[in-house]
Every structure is written in C-alpha cells, then in structure tokens.
C-alpha cells in the first residue's frame, strides 16, 4: 500500500490550495482516510478524516475552512484548505487504516502560509 500526497506550496494569508493523496488500491480499501499536519516544535495534529461511509470530522482549528472528500475513480483523496493562515503552515501527511487497523503513512508536503 503506498500513499502519496501532494500540492503543498507557499499561498499568502487567506488563499486557498488543494492538497491530494493518491492511492495504490481503492480508497474503499481503508476503513478512514485522512490528513494530519505536523508545524516545527510541535506534535503532530489531526486535520481532518473521513470513513468509508462518508462521515467527515474536523480539528477544531480548520472548522469552516478545510474540506475532506475523495474520489474513488482517482484513487484519490483531497483536502481543500481555504482562507488559509499562518498558523496552519506545517508539513501535511496523508494516512489510510484498513479494516484490519493497519495505519499507513504518505510522505508529507509542506504548506507555507505567509506574505
């Protein structure tokens, strides 16, 4: 299983960008999907995430700004991140857990918000 992300990049305050993780397999073949964000000197965080079933949940920081979604003909899950703010620069991880509990990881892509 391999997971790759990307479209991260440098957007000044209250811009928008559209992060993707592509899939080796079906995204149906996780039971979630979602994004995490890990900022310099800090823990890594939860973004957002969604279930196979199409439920959706949010860090308390993104609410209103970010949206999950996916599409399976792509094999591809995106996070649409908009108005975006200094403190949501970080390096943006992509995660998958199959039925079994399996996590597996992407490699990350860097988001920079500044002017």
């Known amino acids: 299983v391999q997971l790759q992300a990307s479209g991260g990049g440098l957007v000044q305050p209250g811009g928008s960008l559209r992060l993707s993780c592509a899939t080796s397999?079906?995204?149906?073949?996780?039971?979630?999907m979602g994004w995490s964000r890990q900022a310099p000197g800090k823990q890594r965080e939860l973004v957002a995430a969604?279930?196979?079933?199409?439920?959706?949940t949010y860090g308390d920081s993104v609410k209103g700004r970010f949206a999950i979604s996916g599409d399976n003909a792509k094999n591809t899950v995106y996070l649409q991140m908009n108005n975006l703010k200094p403190e949501d620069t970080a390096v943006y991880y992509c995660?998958?857990?199959?039925?079994?509990?399996?996590?597996?990881w992407g490699q990350g892509t860097l988001v920079t918000v500044s002017s």
């Open positions: 397999g079906s995204i149906f073949s996780f039971a979630v």
């Open positions: 995660s998958g857990v199959d039925s079994s509990g399996t996590q597996y």
């Open positions: 969604v279930t196979r079933r199409g439920f959706t």
